[in-house]
C-alpha cells in the first residue's frame, strides 16, 4: 500500500489527539484559575470522555496497520514525520499490553487514593493510605512486567519522563550528590555566619507583588500577546501550543520571594513552551522533550539567573521602585544573601536551592526501595523520618510534613521525583555552557537555539550532547553549588 495514503491517515490522526488535548489542558486550566466548583463532576466526567476519544483514535487496527507501513518507509519521510510515527509506535506498545480492564481498574483506585491521600494527610494518619499506595504499586509494577518483563520496573517508569534515563545513571547521579552536598550542608550548618531575610517577610501588597510578576515576566522575555499569567494555589504552566502559553502564580502577603521565585520558575517553563519552532506547530512534537530538560529551563531562571548577583543588581531597582518603603537600604548584596539563604525544612517546595535535590534524593531511595520490594508501605513513615534526618539532619514532627506532604504517589507518579534533581543538575550544565551568562536577552536566545526551538524533536542525551558536546555531567552542579555556598557562607 501507498505510505503516503497511512500518512495521511496518520497525520489527521495527530491533528484529532492535538485537538483533543487542546480542550482537556483549558478545562483543566479553567478548573485551576476559578471555574465554579459545582461544574467539577461534569467537567471531570467530559475530561474522562475525551481522553477515551483519545484512546480511540490511536489505540485501533487502522492505526497499528499504518504504523507498520510508515515504519517500512521511515526513510522515505521527513525528520519530523519519522519522529512522530516513532514514538506513537512506543505508545502503541505500550498502550496496548495492558489489558483496558486492568487500566481501568487501575484508575478508579488512583481517583480513591486521592481522597485517601487527602483525608489521611489531613488526619495526619498515613494508614488511611497505606492500603490504596500498596495498591497502587502493585499495579505499577504489574503495568511494567506487561510492557517489557526483562527490564527493571523502574526504567519502564522513567521512559515515560525521561527518555533515555535508567536506574543505574540515577544511582551514580545521586550517589554524587550525596557525596559532595550532604556534607556542604552539614559545613553550612556549623558555620557562623548568619543570614538576615527578615526585610523578605514584610508586607508587600498583593497588587503590588502582581504588576511585579507580569513585568518580571516580560523581562524574561515572555509574550503576553501569545500567553497568560494568572493566580492558582500550586504555580503551574500550560503549554497548550506555542500561540497559547499559560502560566500561574501564588502571592504571599508576607513573603515577597515565594511570588517573585514561583513566576521565575513558571516563566522559564513558558518560554519553553512558546518558542518551540513553528514547523512542529499542530504536531505531537511541539512540547518540551522530557520532564527533566523541562525543568532544566524553570530552574536556570529560578536558581540560576535570579539568584544571582548580576540579575538582582538589575531586577533589584525595579522592586525597590514598588517596595521603597519594605527595601530601603536594602543593597544587591542583602538581596543576595537573603534569596540564598540555606535552611533545612520539612516541605519539598519551600526547600532552598541547597537541600532540594536532598529532598527529592529521599524520595528516589524510597521509591526504588519500595519498587524493589526491599521496603513495605507499613514501614515508609520510619524509613522517610530517617532519610530526613541522615541527609538533612531534621526529623519531620509528623507525617502530614513527612511522607505525606506530596501529592505524587496517590496519581500512581512513580519515576517522576527524580527529574525535579535531574532539571537542577542541566541548569547547572547549561548555565556553564552558555558561560554564566545572566542578561535576559542573551539567555533567551541561547536557551531557544540550544533547547526551546527542537521541541520533542531531539531526545534529552540528544540535546545535551548538542548543546554542551557531552551528556548530563552533575560535576556541574555540584561545583556550582560547593563554590556559591562556599563564599555565601565563608566556608
Ligand atoms: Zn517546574
Redesign the pocket.
Given at each position: 500500500m501507498d505510505y503516503k495514503e497511512a500518512l495521511n491517515r496518520f497525520r489527521i490522526k495527530i491533528e484529532k489527539v492535538v485537538a483533543i488535548n487542546y480542550a482537556n489542558s483549558i478545562m483543566e486550566w479553567d478548573a485551576a484559575t476559578g471555574a465554579p466548583k459545582k461544574g467539577a463532576p461534569m467537567r471531570g466526567e467530559s475530561l474522562g470522555f475525551l481522553t477515551v476519544l483519545q484512546h480511540e483514535i490511536l489505540i485501533n487496527k487502522e492505526a497499528e496497520e499504518d504504523l507498520e507501513i510508515l515504519l517500512q518507509n521511515i526513510d522515505k519521510l521527513t525528520d519530523i514525520e519519522a519522529k512522530m510515527v516513532k514514538n506513537s509506535k512506543k505508545e502503541f506498545v505500550k498502550m496496548s499490553r495492558i489489558p483496558k480492564n486492568e487500566l481501568r481498574d487501575y484508575h478508579m483506585l488512583t481517583n480513591r487514593a486521592q481522597h485517601s491521600w487527602e483525608e489521611a494527610r489531613e488526619k495526619d494518619d498515613f494508614s488511611i493510605f497505606s492500603k490504596d499506595l500498596k495498591e497502587i504499586i502493585n499495579y505499577k509494577r504489574k503495568f511494567a512486567k506487561y510492557i517489557d518483563a526483562k527490564e527493571h520496573p523502574y526504567n519502564i517508569f522513567l521512559d515515560d519522563y525521561e527518555e533515555g534515563m535508567t536506574v543505574e545513571k540515577l544511582n551514580a547521579f545521586f550517589s554524587k550528590l550525596k557525596e559532595r552536598i550532604v556534607p556542604l550542608l552539614k559545613k553550612i550548618e556549623e558555620s557562623k555566619t548568619v543570614i538576615n531575610d527578615d526585610f523578605l517577610k514584610k508586607s508587600y501588597p498583593i497588587y503590588l507583588q502582581k504588576e511585579a510578576a507580569t513585568e518580571l515576566l516580560e523581562i524574561m522575555g515572555f509574550d503576553l500577546t501569545r500567553g497568560m499569567l494568572k493566580e492558582s494555589t500550586h504555580p503551574f504552566?500550560m503549554g497548550t501550543n506555542i500561540d497559547d502559553v499559560r502560566l500561574t502564580s501564588r502571592y504571599d502577603e508576607n513573603n515577597m520571594l515565594s511570588g517573585t521565585l514561583s513566576v521565575a520558575?513558571?516563566g522559564g517553563?513558558a518560554l519553553y513552551e512558546q518558542n518551540i519552532s513553528r514547523d512542529l506547530f499542530n504536531t505531537s512534537l511541539a512540547t518540551g522533550t522530557s520532564l527533566g530538560i523541562?525543568?532544566s529551563q524553570?530552574r536556570i531562571y529560578e536558581n540560576n539567573i535570579f539568584k544571582s548577583k548580576e540579575f538582582i543588581n538589575f531586577y533589584l531597582p525595579f522592586l525597590v521602585k514598588r517596595y521603597p518603603e519594605q527595601l530601603k537600604d536594602i543593597t544587591t548584596e542583602n538581596f543576595y544573601n537573603a534569596i540564598n539563604r540555606v535552611e533545612p525544612s520539612f516541605i519539598r517546595v519551600d526547600a532552598d536551592e541547597l537541600t532540594y535535590s536532598l529532598h527529592i534524593m529521599v524520595r528516589y531511595e524510597i521509591e526504588l526501595a519500595l519498587i524493589e520490594e526491599r521496603l513495605e508501605v507499613e514501614d515508609l513513615p520510619e524509613y522517610w523520618n530517617n532519610k530526613m534526618f541522615e541527609y538533612l539532619g531534621i526529623t519531620p514532627p509528623n507525617n502530614s510534613m513527612g511522607v505525606l506532604q506530596d501529592v505524587h504517589w496517590s496519581h500512581g507518579l512513580f519515576g517522576y521525583f527524580p527529574t525535579?534533581a535531574l532539571?537542577s543538575a542541566y541548569a547547572a550544565q547549561f548555565s556553564h555552557y552558555m558561560n554564566e551568562e545572566k542578561e535576559p536577552k542573551k539567555v533567551l536566545e541561547w536557551l531557544n537555539k540550544n533547547i526551546h526551538t527542537y521541541g520533542s524533536l531531539l531526545t534529552p542525551d540528544e540535546i545535551s550532547l548538542k548543546s554542551c558536546g557531552e551528556l548530563l555531567n552533575p560535576e556541574y552542579f555540584c561545583s556550582y553549588l560547593e563554590k556559591k555556598f562556599t563564599n555565601l557562607y565563608n566556608l
Open positions: 504552566t520558575h513558571e517553563h523541562h525543568e524553570s525535579y532539571g
